[in-house]
């Protein structure tokens, strides 16, 4: 018959398409996932997987069946020993979070080296990526994003408000000046960080007196991380647009001078949200109240 560990093996098959990767999800040598899919394909008397390559796999339609009706089987399993650890009052089992690079890096990563302290028999997978919009509702239990368009069937809770600064070096105004209005910033060296698909060159800002402008800019630098863009900012090399709770501490150091105070950008809440299924959870509930607990006790901005 098969059982959970059956069904954990082909939906990581699916999703990684690799051996390899669902060896490392399941803490295997590859041949070992190898060995244990022969058997269950022994097992289920049909084949669910064409080897292609050294290690890579696709899924036959017998494969992708089962991995399909994988996902609800074990969401099902997953919630029903929620249930039993709930009525114990034990929190405990696997958390997946998937967070952005640089506010994953920030507050995030040392929000789970806590956790470790106050629910010892908890596992947390945290996932950094710079595409967190993109990333399958399926793999997550809990995602952060910036200034999300959430879905209405989701669960959001606010981690932190969140203004987007315009900043540059005193090196950088020194040597090229400050924009006394965002068309100038079209004269200007930019920064533009990319990220959940967003090449980020489209920058906008509201004044009470010109209401809102949109400047497409033309960056001379380019990157998925907004730690390096902020790095490059402190070094003079451009004028960057960033979240606050990364910039400010720079801006508060002396290393960045915010620009254009009188132009006001749109409103970037940090925001955790949990899909429907396993919100309520007591593995979830707990996970997200240290969380947020974290980030106000550690937030830098107003």
């Known amino acids: 018959m098969i059982n959970s560990n059956d069904l954990t093996l082909v939906s990581l098959l699916s999703k990684g398409q690799s051996i390899a990767a669902a060896a490392r999800e399941l803490n295997l040598t590859p041949s070992a996932v190898s060995q244990r899919l022969t058997m269950l394909e022994e097992k289920t008397g049909v084949e669910l997987a064409v080897r292609n390559g050294r290690s890579g796999i696709v899924l036959t339609s017998d494969g992708d069946f089962l991995a399909e009706s994988a996902v609800g089987l074990l969401s099902e399993l997953r919630a029903i020993q929620d249930k039993m650890n709930e009525r114990k009052g034990v929190v405990s089992g696997k958390v997946v979070i998937t967070a952005s690079f640089g506010f994953g890096r920030h507050f995030i ?6 956790l470790n302290a106050i629910y010892p028999n908890l596992s947390v997978n945290l996932n950094l990526t710079d595409d967190v919009a993109r990333t399958p509702e399926n793999s997550w239990d809990i995602v952060v994003r910036v200034s999300p368009k959430i879905d209405s069937s989701l669960k959001v809770n606010e981690l932190g408000q969140n ?113 429907n299924k396993g919100a309520e959870s007591l593995r979830i509930r707990s996970v997200m109240r240290h969380l947020s607990a974290y980030v106000k006790r550690n937030w830098t901005g107003k």
């Not at 990563?109 to 806590?114: F, H, L, R």
């Open 109 to 114: 990563a040392p929000a789970v080296s806590e």
């Open 163 to 275: 203004r987007r600064l315009l900043c540059a070096s005193p090196k950088y105004v020194g040597k090229f000046g400050s924009p006394i209005h965002p068309e100038n910033l079209k004269e200007h060296k930019c920064i533009a960080i990319y990220e959940d698909g967003d090449p980020g060159t489209y920058w906008n800002f509201t004044s009470a007196k010109e209401g809102n402008t949109t400047i497409k800019v033309k960056p001379e630098f380019i990157t998925n991380d907004g730690d390096t863009a902020l790095v490059w900012a402190i070094n003079g090399l451009g004028i960057v647009m960033r979240s606050e709770w990364s910039a400010l501490p720079a801006i508060n150091a002396g290393q960045l001078i915010e620009l254009l105070p009188l132009w006001s950008t749109p409103p970037a809440p940090i925001v955790a949200i949990t899909n």
